[in-house]
Nanobody, 118 residues
């Protein structure tokens, strides 16, 4: 059974940096390396939005809110996807989720809360 566990969230101040991790289990590192992974976020009362994706060739794409602000990366050997968040803003407050699509199946983690406030 594929499982994703996010960690690294918390309460931070505007301008701080934070690194989220998404640890994947239930598949080998070889399989993990073949598939795209992504970070999403969902603010209270709003829909879930794509933050960033990273493909098998480490090709990355970012949502509008993430450019120059967040960096997605992956460690295929350890089966971890990271989201480096720099210069965070109050509007970055949300639950952050990672997902991996393996074939037709999309797997989600339980999310990690990030709260940015003075």
């Amino acid at each position: 059974q594929v499982q994703l566990v996010e960690s690294g969230g918390g309460l931070v101040r505007p301008g701080d940096s934070l690194r989220l991790s998404c640890s994947v289990s239930g598949i080998t590192s070889s399989v993990f390396s073949l598939y795209d992974a992504a970070w999403w976020r969902q603010a209270p009362g709003k829909q879930r939005l794509l933050v960033a994706t990273i493909g098998r060739g480490f090709i990355t794409n970012y949502g509008d809110s993430a450019w120059g602000h967040f960096t997605i990366s992956r460690d295929n050997d350890r089966k971890i996807v990271y989201l480096q968040m720099d210069n965070v803003k109050p509007e970055d407050t949300a639950v952050y989720y990672c997902n991996v699509q393996i074939g037709r199946q999309i797997y989600w983690g339980q999310g990690t809360q990030v709260t940015v406030q003075v």
